[in-house]
């Protein structure tokens, strides 16, 4: 596609649910990235992708996060009986090597 | 550690004034760019600059990584440049961009 979709776009979920998230990038990029944002500051990284690899989960703030990208294109961060602190916009960006483009990300409320 | 400092951190333009955001860094960079994050929450790319000056439009970008810093540049501001803009770095060694808390603009008419 033209640019990295994501879905959905508003979640809402009540504590202790499971929730999936999905990024579908841009075609062909190799790197991709998921960052957490939470409201009036700056997105935080959470985990980076080089193909179907997963290189890094540093960012991850808990293991209740857990992200995968099985086939080097499209990627799912599931978040495992979300609590309130979990609520924040999700990103995703990828990237060919150089800049990272970002979606439109997922709002995530946990109830 | 790694941080990445932005000011001013609130802006307020009246429509057609120029104003200068600045970015400032602790460390060699591999990858810089600026964002603007419009009010819908897409972050849209202005510059990829790790060094050196580009120009778009009424939008303009200096780095200089040895005094580890960037700027940018409004020009002619308008009521669609509002939001917030956000300078991310990427280091050496690091596939992952840190971010600054940002520069919130409001451009009135």
């Known amino acids: 596609g033209a640019g990295v979709s994501q879905s959905p776009r508003y979640k809402v979920a009540k504590r202790g649910q499971d929730v999936a998230l999905r990024c579908d990038p841009i075609?062909?990029?190799?790197?991709l990235f998921w960052y957490q944002q939470a409201l009036g500051q700056g997105p935080e990284f959470l985990t980076y992708?080089?193909?179907?690899?997963?290189?890094?989960k540093s960012g991850l703030p808990s293991d209740r996060f857990f992200a995968e990208r099985p086939e080097g294109s499209v990627s799912t961060l599931k978040i495992q009986r979300t609590q309130q602190e979990d609520s924040a916009v999700y990103l995703c960006?990828?990237?060919?090597?150089?800049?990272?483009?970002f979606g439109p990300g997922t709002r995530l409320t946990v109830t | 550690g790694i941080q990445v400092e932005q000011s001013p951190p609130d802006l307020i333009l009246q429509e057609g004034a120029n104003s200068t955001l600045r970015c400032n860094f602790s460390?060699?960079?591999?990858?810089l760019q600026w964002f603007h994050q419009n009010p819908w929450g897409q972050l849209i790319n202005l510059f990829y600059?790790?060094?050196g000056t580009k120009q778009n439009g009424r939008l303009s970008a200096t780095t200089v990584a040895t005094e580890r810093y960037s700027l940018l540049y409004i020009s002619s501001s308008q009521t669609t440049d509002s939001g917030v803009y956000f300078c991310?770095?990427?280091?050496?060694?690091?596939?992952?961009?840190?971010f600054g808390s940002g520069t919130k603009l409001n451009v009135k008419p």
């Open positions: 960006a990828s990237s060919l090597g150089t800049e990272q483009y």
């Open positions: 075609s062909g990029h190799v790197s």
């Open positions: 992708f080089q193909n179907e690899a997963q290189l890094d």
């Open positions: 460390d060699s960079v591999n990858n």
């Open positions: 600059i790790p060094s």
């Open positions: 991310a770095v990427e280091y050496y060694n690091f596939n992952k961009f840190y």
